[in-house]
């Protein structure tokens, strides 16, 4: 009997799971991602205990699975699993053969993605308990035959190291993670306005100074640890230790500094790297947020010369990502030498001047034998090379716009992949993008959403991001924020780029995922199960009136933030100071309720009061303080009336020229 759907597969196989010998439930038939190809073969199913020996001859491979299987012997024995390599394998780039017969186990890979992907397979077939390493169990393994390979080439995983700092473990931790869900790209975002993480030795000062930010360093902190001096940057011997580790499991990693925009941290160190452009930076208590390189400065190329020919000898990727999103184009209309150049060319629009400047570094990654990646606004300007990869983020339309335009182009806009956004709509993660699902993400159909056959000729693939703007805060509450804002959403990733769009469907889909999560026990994944519960208490919005020591940049702001309106927040004309002060006064005194006061962003730790005091008053006049901002906010109970809530601030400047500013959410306990 013979099927391509795993759906019936797990049918005739159910009688199989008796015979595990072992006591972990055999979850290895909910294979995911789902292969393209299943058959079911003669025979019961293949015994493997102590005595089975695996053999296989492919030395980076045998290293690895190792780790799983370490009792077991290498040798030619009677039982026995085979991992081999078979070129002449029918099947695709990184596509594998996996033969599961009662008398010997053989997994072919077509070459060594292939036998690796083989491997993953196999393991999936174990009991969830062979992921804790040194397998010793006993069990059976069904009587099947898979034949299999990814339908796209590029699976990837963006993260930022940037604007936090991630230690080298944990970066490795998550590869092996995504190396087991068949992903082949990490995308390293090392660059940006809040970090330099990467050695350039040539340029020590890059990561002595750009590396850290707040306490005593010229880059202020704006996520989280305001009161000290964080960051951190990888050697170019760790960045070699982790693409090898990387390379073993079959992962490529991309990595990205990020210009012409998002270079504040840069232009810390080296200021001429910015445009000569005087401004007033009072609002912002005097810090100066300029981060665009000036594209008319000759020197600027030449930096970046001794930038990109260290990198390109410690990435052996083929690819480079060069950046080209979010730039601040005034930055140029302001500066005289951008300005004349931009006459003296001919160009009509900004953007033309920021293909220019990255057409410059693409000569020089090239020079050094890698290839361009972009962000989708760098071809805006209609005269960037053909070359270069873009990564759509914005949105869908984006994505079309590129492949339309005849570049080669990874999907990934931030409203389908973006991992950093919230998974429920009272949760922790970002917003702009709306709430993104492992089921949203899983339901990407290009045909469906209107990209032609040419178009989809065009796509390299797709790609999760995960922007750590909240990863400072978020581990002081998660075991792993990373992992529980990643998974199960990778694993939706991981099949849509693996499986063919004929073969998914969410229903069955979210069947196997369940069970899979056995596996992301086993494989020690801090995943996100379900949403959070609901605050308890009924939610209550007393009369109040709102009054800051601020001016603010709207004039309805603090009426509108006297009724409760308006969950995004409404913006000040400029940083706090020291001394600062909002004020709420309640009509009615409040008593028995708990109070959740926010400065800056609801959604992110950004544009609020780095530190200060909250303070209470039974009768709006004397105040005493009962709580210190924590990364711009406090929660409060009150347990006797109280006329009115003060925060104030202790901390002059934000690394903003704003504070946002917000309604505070009121519950009455509960008994």
């Known amino acids: 009997m013979k099927t391509r759907a795993l759906a019936l597969l797990f049918t005739i196989v159910a009688s199989v799971q008796a015979v595990c010998l072992s006591a972990a439930t055999p979850d290895g038939l909910n294979l995911l991602p789902q292969p393209r190809n299943v058959e079911m073969c003669e025979g019961e199913y293949f015994r493997f205990d102590p005595t089975t020996t695996v053999h296989c001859n492919i030395p980076q491979l045998r290293r690895y699975l190792s780790d799983y299987l370490p009792t077991f012997s290498w040798s030619s ?9 078979n070129p002449s394998l029918e099947v695709p780039k990184e596509g594998y053969r996996l033969s599961i017969r009662p008398e010997r186990v053989v997994v072919e890979g077509v070459d060594y993605a292939g036998a690796f992907y083989g491997v993953q397979t196999l393991l999936q077939f174990f009991p969830s308990t062979v992921y804790e390493g040194g397998f010793r169990e006993a069990c059976s393994l069904p009587c099947v035959e898979i034949t299999d390979w990814p339908e796209y080439s590029h699976r990837g995983q963006h993260l930022d190291v940037a604007r936090t700092f991630m230690p080298l473990e944990e970066i490795k931790e998550f590869v092996e993670h995504l ?43 704006i996520y989280g640890s305001f009161d000290e001096k964080y960051g951190g940057y990888y050697t170019q011997a760790e960045l070699r230790e982790l693409v090898a580790w990387a390379a073993d499991r079959c992962i490529t990693i991309i990595p990205e500094v990020d210009l012409p925009g998002h270079s504040l941290a840069i232009g810390k160190v080296i200021p001429e790297v910015l445009c000569p452009v005087e401004r007033d930076n009072s609002a912002a208590a005097g810090y100066d947020r300029r981060n665009v390189w000036c594209v008319a400065r000759e020197e600027n190329y030449a930096l970046l010369d001794d930038i990109f020919r260290e990198l390109a000898d410690v990435f052996p990727s083929e690819w480079m990502h060069i950046g080209g999103d979010e730039v601040g184009m005034k930055q140029w209309a302001d500066c005289p030498h951008c300005s004349a150049l931009y006459k003296s060319e001919g160009y009509t629009d900004y953007s033309q001047l920021e293909a220019h400047f990255l057409n410059r570094v693409v000569e020089i990654v090239e020079r050094y034998g890698k290839r361009p990646v972009v962000w989708n606004e760098a071809i805006n300007g209609g005269n960037l090379t053909h070359d270069a990869l873009v990564c759509g983020w914005k ?27 919230r998974q429920s709509a009272k949760e922790m993660g970002h917003n702009w993008a709306g709430v993104v699902t492992p089921e949203k993400c899983y339901s990407v159909d290009l045909e469906t959403l209107g990209f032609k056959e040419s178009q989809i000729a065009l796509i390299e693939g797709f790609e999760g991001a995960f922007w750590s ?13 990373l992992e529980y804002m990643t998974f199960p959403r990778v694993c939706a990733l991981a099949e849509l780029c693996w499986t063919p769009q004929s073969l ?22 801090s995943y996100r199960h379900a949403a959070p519960p609901a605050p308890q208490g009924r939610q209550i919005t007393p009369k109040m009136t709102v ?7 709207r004039s309805e702001a603090l009426d509108k933030l006297s009724v409760y309106a308006n969950d995004w927040g409404y ?7 020291d001394g600062d002060w909002i004020l709420y006064e309640f009509a009615q005194p409040l008593d028995n309720v708990k109070v959740e006061l926010t400065t800056g962003y609801r959604h992110v730790t950004r544009g609020l009061i780095p530190m200060g005091k909250v303070e209470v008053s039974i009768d709006g006049h004397t105040f005493r303080s009962v709580a210190d901002l924590h990364n711009g906010s406090a929660t409060i109970e009150l347990s006797r009336p109280t006329k009115a809530i003060r925060l104030r601030s202790t901390a002059t400047g934000n690394g903003e020229s704003f504070v946002f500013l917000q309604y505070p959410i009121i519950h009455t306990l509960t008994k």
């Open 77 to 85: 024995p009677r039982s026995r699993v085979e991992v081999r390599l």
């Open 179 to 221: 190396a087991r869900h068949k992903i082949n790209r990490l995308h390293l975002h090392l660059t940006d306005d809040e970090g330099w993480r990467v050695e350039i030795l040539s340029h020590p000062e890059l990561t002595e100074v750009g590396a850290w930010r707040g306490g005593d360093s010229p880059i202020w902190a």
């Open 395 to 421: 949105d869908m339309e984006a994505c079309k716009k590129a492949t339309s335009e005849g570049y080669r182009t990874v999907v990934m806009p931030g409203s389908w992949f973006y991992f950093d956004m």
């Open 469 to 481: 703007e909240l990863h400072l805060v978020g581990r002081e509450t998660f075991e792993c924020y």
């Open 504 to 525: 998914r469907q969410w229903g069955d889909f979210e069947l196997r995922l369940k069970a899979h999560g056995e596996r992301m026990n086993a494989m020690g994944i």
């Open 547 to 553: 009054s800051t020591s601020m001016p603010m940049s």
């Open 571 to 577: 913006r000040t004309k400029r940083t706090c100071e």
